[in-house]
């Protein structure tokens, strides 16, 4: 039990991909071992898992609202993600985290054992981050607690919410596997306060059975809407635009990024691809037509997004956060292997909301091509709508 417990949630964490170093520079903000005197204002820790960057990105509306609602925000992290949370919020103070380095199969198949074999440092990463956390909570007088999927972030002594979408856990071992692991979720969920789903409260929303399980957790939940880093804009979209998004796992993104090269030049309309790899990693040659670019700030990536009629993308969680709440007409590649994003990807095939295709049947031009006929169905999807009264009745329960 303990395996397939562990192999679910280090595979189906949301955003799990390899990410390189180097990606987010970081100019002013350090890791902060002195804590600045307190001004009156409740201190909240807010730490989002570090496999992949979608726990962290879907933070950054939460944490946008917390300091405008008054709130001393300590932000918490490791890897990539912390560096893009440091980027993000040079002012604020910020604190390393206990963290296991994660590595990936080359293989979807051999995943479990690659998994299995690094089951001690999951667990000695849970321990460790608990560990961290009562020294820290006395050293900087924290009030509260959010994490993001990190299940060691919790304290008796002060208000724990968990951030979490997966209720439910695919793991595509069938029924009875993901029933044990949900009850084993719903055990490690009770030593937290309260857990804050990020989708719509109505049944199945946009993570589907994975939020919106038959049987719910007995501690308090709520549902406070999608989450997005990108805002709603009058911008119209120019018509023909593209967008790619690559990511994933090695080597899954760059056979995906090699399917969309060989046809790229024979696309009508402005394309932007953003290929999801290190900055210092070779530049593919752009044209007038064409930008290719490793990474883009996320000021720019939202004007992309905007401005994209079409955005190609994988399905993950976070990205549909981003994509549905905009409107966009997108064909989605499930990641090969993972059982979360194949599972989005027929809840939201069947209901229109994208075109899903499957990575070994996509080619390009086909793909534009369908979706030029398909019948989109936009799910209704508001996103941020509940983060001023979710974080004013936190605030408010803390004093």
Not at 160 to 186: C, E, F, M, P
Request: net charge positive; hydrophobic share 40%; charged share 20%.
């Amino acid at each position: 039990m303990r395996f397939i417990h562990l192999c679910s949630k280090l595979k189906l964490f949301y955003e799990q991909i390899s990410i390189p170093a180097g990606m987010f520079p970081v100019k002013n903000n350090t890791d902060q071992t002195e804590p600045p005197e307190k001004q009156g204002k409740p201190r909240i820790l807010l730490a989002p898992l570090d496999w992949g960057l979608g726990h962290a990105t879907r933070c950054i509306p939460l944490i946008r609202e917390l300091l405008a609602q008054g709130a001393d925000v300590v932000l918490g992290g490791s890897g990539l993600s912390g560096k893009l949370l440091q980027a993000e919020f040079p002012q604020l103070p910020y604190l390393e985290i206990p963290s296991a380095s994660i590595r990936y199969s080359r293989k979807g198949f051999f995943l479990p054992l690659k998994i299995l074999l690094q089951t001690p440092a999951f667990i000695r990463q849970m321990k460790e981050e608990n560990r961290w956390l009562r020294q820290t909570v006395e050293e900087w007088q924290l009030d509260a607690i959010i994490s993001d999927n990190r299940y060691g972030l919790y304290h008796p002594g002060i208000p724990s919410v968990l951030i979490t979408h997966q209720l439910a856990i695919k793991t595509g071992l069938g029924k009875t596997a993901d029933g044990l692991i949900r009850r084993k979720n719903y055990r490690q969920l009770k030593n937290f306060s309260s857990c804050w789903i990020p989708d719509t409260a109505q049944e199945g929303g946009l993570a589907g059975e994975l939020a919106h399980p038959d049987k719910k957790p007995v501690i308090p939940y709520r549902y406070i809407g999608p989450l997005t880093r990108f805002s709603r804009s009058t911008a119209l979209a120019e018509p023909g635009r593209l967008l790619i998004l690559l990511s994933g796992p090695e080597p899954q993104r760059t056979q995906l990024e090699e399917r969309i090269l060989k046809d790229l030049h024979r696309c009508p309309g402005l394309i932007t691809l953003v290929r999801g790899v290190d900055l210092s990693a070779p530049l593919l040659p752009s044209t007038s037509q064409i930008r290719i670019y490793n990474q883009l700030p996320a000021a720019e990536l939202e004007k992309e997004m905007q401005l994209a009629e079409w955005v190609i993308s994988r399905t993950g969680y976070t990205t549909l956060m981003d994509i549905f709440p905009l409107r966009k007409k997108s064909i989605l590649v499930p990641t090969p292997g993972q059982p979360e994003q194949e599972y989005l990807g027929l809840y939201h095939g069947v209901k229109r909301h994208a075109l899903i295709i499957p990575q070994e049947q996509f080619q390009l031009l086909t793909a534009l091509d369908e979706a030029r006929s398909f019948p989109y169905s936009f799910p209704l999807a508001e996103a941020n709508k509940e983060l001023p009264g979710l974080v004013s009745g936190f605030l408010r329960s803390l004093h």
